[in-house]
């Protein structure tokens, strides 16, 4: 049987803490870190990963936005102050969702094989064309969104009414979900990050070390048009 770390679980838990902020990055400003989106919508193709950070592309640095989230979220001199109350709901909401679809007989064998197709896609138009993110979308919209709990995105309405910006935050859910999965994997669980909460705190603030140097991912991934002007 594989052991696995709590470094391990820190980082599929990052991953999830990752995949909120860029959704509630999206609804409400329309941008997002472009290597974080990356990063995520890639996790959604790893296949056989060598570890956990092998998910995620195999460099910390791709996962600098997660890291910020979690330790914004959990640190207690800074929670009252930086705690964004729409992430906890999206992380919660993933971890409840993805143990109600392994419940659900047929629905990630429907996914993977609409994520295959995603696949196709990529080397035909390129890893993150439009066409690709509205596949992965579709995944999630026509397997997952249907069941409970239903995740309900909050933001600016015309972010959220921009097509390519929903078939993002779709995309990003269903990138969601796969951390979350890999997080259960190796022995994740809500009553652990209760219990150990100090332990995933002091994990995350190891791996953000190295990036100490880094400053804060911003968020430049967007559809809005640009000003012929500026450039």
């Not at 999830?16 to 400003?29: D, E």
């Not at 193709?45 to 195999?58: A, Q, Y």
């Not at 809500?190 to 968020?219: C, D, F, M, T, V």
């Amino acid at each position: 049987m594989t052991q696995y770390s709590h470094q391990d679980k820190t980082l599929a838990l990052v991953g999830i803490y990752q995949v909120a902020q860029q959704v509630y990055q999206l609804a409400t400003t329309g941008k997002t870190n472009e290597l974080a989106f990356q990063t995520s919508i890639n996790s959604l193709f790893c296949e056989n990963p060598t570890d956990t950070l092998d998910v995620f592309g195999g460099d910390i640095q791709h996962l600098q936005l997660g890291i910020h989230a979690l330790l914004a979220q959990m640190k207690s001199s800074q929670a009252d102050a930086q705690r964004n109350i729409e992430l906890t709901k999206y992380v919660l909401s993933l971890m409840i969702l993805e143990k109600n679809i392994s419940k659900t007989e047929g629905t990630l064998e429907k996914v993977s094989q609409v994520i295959e197709s995603a696949r196709a896609q990529r080397s035909h138009f390129g890893d993150f064309h439009d066409n690709v993110i509205a596949t992965l979308a579709r995944a999630y919209s026509e397997n997952i969104s249907t069941l409970n709990p239903r995740i309900m995105v909050n933001g600016q309405h015309g972010h959220l009414q921009n097509p390519k910006t929903a078939n993002k935050i779709r995309a990003l859910l269903l990138a969601g979900i796969r951390a979350t999965i890999l997080w259960r994997q190796v022995g994740g669980s809500r009553w652990g990050l209760i219990w150990h909460r100090k332990r995933y705190l002091q994990a995350a603030q190891a791996l953000y070390r190295p990036l100490e140097n880094s400053s804060a991912p911003s968020a430049e991934h967007s559809d809005q048009p640009k000003n012929p002007d500026s450039e």
